[in-house]
């Protein structure tokens, strides 16, 4: 029985965000078809897990670019697309907890969960493994030591759960408030138990300054 949910969480269209610096054209397409490709070159070690997409900017399939379309093997991957970025523009965090929110029914069914966002490129698939081998609430910490990354994490489905019932998205984008932030708060009010990696493994590319970090 599958009891680990692994969560791709894209957003391929992101054309009509003007607010929020942000990959876009051939650049972001480049950055999924990679980061897309080196994620199921763990395949052998995929089939004990559901695979969800989910993106909140397109509705359907054939909205995808036919260069990432084609690197994602259908018989692993089930889709969760819905056309609306509303929290997704205003507040990058607050667009993941929603996408995580419209998920809740899958999350539910799966024991562990496991977040990728496959705009990052995987330089070794140490921390994924290591979740693999023993499932459990695992995150890298922020520079500052008071933030988790949220990039790529894994945590008990339960928690999961109880974390997106108690957001207030509006709430979120009003206060600008930090998916990072308030997730590592969320842990540390509720005296949840975690381990911590030194690194994901990872390159981002970040937006603002648009330079690429290895995480």
């Known amino acids: 029985m599958k009891n680990k949910l692994i969560f791709l969480n894209t957003a391929f269209n992101v054309?009509?965000?003007?607010?929020?610096?942000?990959?876009?054209?051939?650049?972001?397409?480049?950055?999924?078809v990679?980061?897309?490709?080196?994620?199921?070159?763990?395949?052998?070690?995929?089939?004990?897990?559901?695979?969800?997409?989910?993106?909140?900017?397109?509705s359907d399939i054939n909205q995808i670019d036919k260069r990432i379309l084609?690197?994602?093997?259908?018989?692993?991957?089930e889709?969760?697309?819905?056309?609306?970025?509303?929290?997704g523009s205003k507040n990058k965090g607050a667009g993941v907890v929603s996408s995580w929110i419209r998920s809740l029914d899958k999350i539910e069914k799966n024991k562990y969960f496991l977040h990728f966002e496959p705009r990052l490129f995987?330089?070794?698939f140490e921390f994924i493994e290591d979740f693999m081998k023993s499932p459990r609430n695992l995150f890298t910490i922020g520079s500052n030591e008071k933030h988790f990354n949220t990039g790529l994490f894994g945590?008990?489905?339960?928690?999961m759960i109880n974390f997106c019932?108690?957001?207030?998205?509006?709430?979120?984008?009003?206060?600008?408030?930090?998916?990072?932030?308030?997730?590592?708060?969320?842990?540390?009010?509720?005296?949840?138990?975690?381990?911590?990696?030194?690194?994901?493994?990872?390159?981002?590319?970040?937006?603002?300054t648009n330079l690429k970090l290895e995480m």
Do not use: A
């Open 79 to 87: 889709y969760n697309l819905k056309n609306d970025n509303f929290y």
């Open 15 to 32: 054309s009509n965000i003007k607010s929020i610096p942000t990959s876009k054209g051939e650049e972001r397409v480049s950055q999924y």
């Open 70 to 77: 084609e690197i994602i093997p259908e018989e692993l991957v």
């Open 155 to 159: 945590v008990e489905s339960s928690h």
């Open 122 to 124: 995987l330089n070794n």
């Open 165 to 208: 019932k108690s957001i207030d998205l509006d709430t979120m984008i009003k206060s600008n408030i930090s998916l990072e932030d308030i997730f590592f708060q969320y842990f540390k009010k509720k005296n949840i138990k975690f381990d911590t990696k030194k690194k994901m493994g990872v390159t981002w590319h970040d937006s603002y």
């Open 34 to 58: 990679d980061g897309i490709k080196k994620f199921f070159e763990l395949d052998n070690k995929l089939s004990e897990c559901k695979i969800i997409i989910s993106d909140n900017t397109i």
